[in-house]
């Protein structure tokens, strides 16, 4: 209210000064400013004095021609000075191109550490939740319509969520890892500025296009994208370039290891198939039990054994594969435990802590039943 009051203070002095110079209506316009801006009496009676000159102009004789086209001259030569200094006080009348909810909006996405949190919904959340959530905030994001700062980081934060979590193998690892850790390039020690280590296939504004239409702004914002496609293009453009000897050159290189394969193709005629199978298929249709450990497991229909000692090898064979087949089902079940229960620990999510310890590990129970009997 005191900053009103100090701009209501010098429109007041502005139409002080245009009243010493005749002319009226600008001081009028000022002191009416004035008046919305901070209420004064100063203004009042400055109102009143030209309301009393109006009336004592009313009584005099009217304007001639020439009169009335020389002060348009003089109101038309006076627009660019007035227009000066009318600047500082209309600046501050000038709305902001964005809101307090916009803000807000923005600041919520860029605090949030998780891709389900960014895109509002909950973990089990299904395809069409995801699609809903993204249709909504990428409107309420795009740089165009959203002017906040931080707007274009917000918008490709949640183009980048949804892409991840809308390809089911990227939000398994997702759910799996965290959204810490980046499976693919921290082993190489390489390491990118990804909002969560993960990153989607396809730019923020092209998935906004598959979204909405097209129409998306080029700017400066996706310059990044155009740099990486512009260096493909002229990637694309050299290898067509390459003469008729370069690509007999390639064949000549590559000719050892067509022979390889022929040669592995060759060789798989001449093995023969295996005695047995632990999934039942239309070849290895009868089903037998090793006699130690009662394994299930798939012979052909011709299957015969001569000697015992034979069988007693193949069923060790059947139960070897077995055992190492729980093993790694065992330490894929624990390790996806343990990252949820860090999760929920992580982020103080009960209901997730809960799920976690109530997870079942059944290829651990069946190792455990084995090893006690």
Request: net charge positive.
């Amino acid at each position: 209210m005191d900053g009103n009051k100090d701009e209501s203070e010098r429109c007041i002095s502005l139409a002080k000064k245009y009243l010493a110079e005749g002319e009226k209506s600008k001081a009028l316009k000022f002191l009416n400013k004035a008046e919305r801006l901070y209420p004064s009496q100063k203004a009042k009676e400055l109102l009143e004095q030209i309301s009393t000159m109006n009336g004592t102009t009313a009584g005099k004789k009217p304007h001639t021609e020439d009169s009335t086209k020389e002060n348009v001259r003089q109101r038309r030569g006076s627009t660019g000075r007035a227009a000066s200094e009318d600047n500082p006080g209309e600046s501050d009348s000038v709305e902001k191109s964005y809101t307090q909810d916009q803000i807000d909006a923005v600041k919520r996405v860029k605090k949030c550490k998780d891709y389900y949190d960014i895109l509002g919904v909950q973990k089990d959340a299904t395809e069409n939740d995801l699609k809903k959530a993204y249709r909504k905030l990428a409107l309420q994001m795009h740089p165009d319509k959203n002017k906040a700062p931080g707007a274009t980081e917000a918008f490709k934060a949640i183009g980048n969520a949804f892409s991840v979590l809308s390809d089911t193998e990227k939000r398994r690892k997702y759910d799996l890892y965290g959204p810490e850790t980046d499976t693919t390039d921290s082993r190489r020690g390489h390491h990118h500025d990804y909002t969560h280590g993960f990153e989607g296939d396809i730019s923020p504004e092209e998935l906004f296009n598959m979204f909405f239409g097209g129409g998306f702004p080029t700017n400066h914002v996706y310059t990044t994208h155009r740099q990486r496609h512009t260096q493909h293009h002229h990637q694309h453009h050299r290898a067509n370039n390459v003469s008729n000897d370069g690509s007999y050159t390639l064949l000549l290189q590559l000719t050892p290891i067509i022979l390889l394969v022929l040669l592995s193709l060759l060789s798989s005629f001449f093995v023969s198939d295996p005695l047995f199978n632990m999934h039942k298929t239309e070849k290895y249709a009868i089903q037998r039990k090793t006699g130690n450990l009662q394994v299930p497991y798939y012979v052909k229909r011709d299957f015969r054994v001569e000697f015992k000692s034979d069988l007693r090898r193949l069923e060790r064979q059947v139960e070897e594969e077995y055992i190492s087949s729980l093993r790694q089902n065992c330490w894929r079940e624990r390790s996806y435990k343990e990252n949820m229960l860090w999760r929920a620990r992580n982020y103080a999510d009960g209901k997730l802590y809960e799920k976690a310890s109530n997870l079942e590990t059944p290829s651990c129970d069946q190792l455990n039943k084995i090893y006690s009997s």
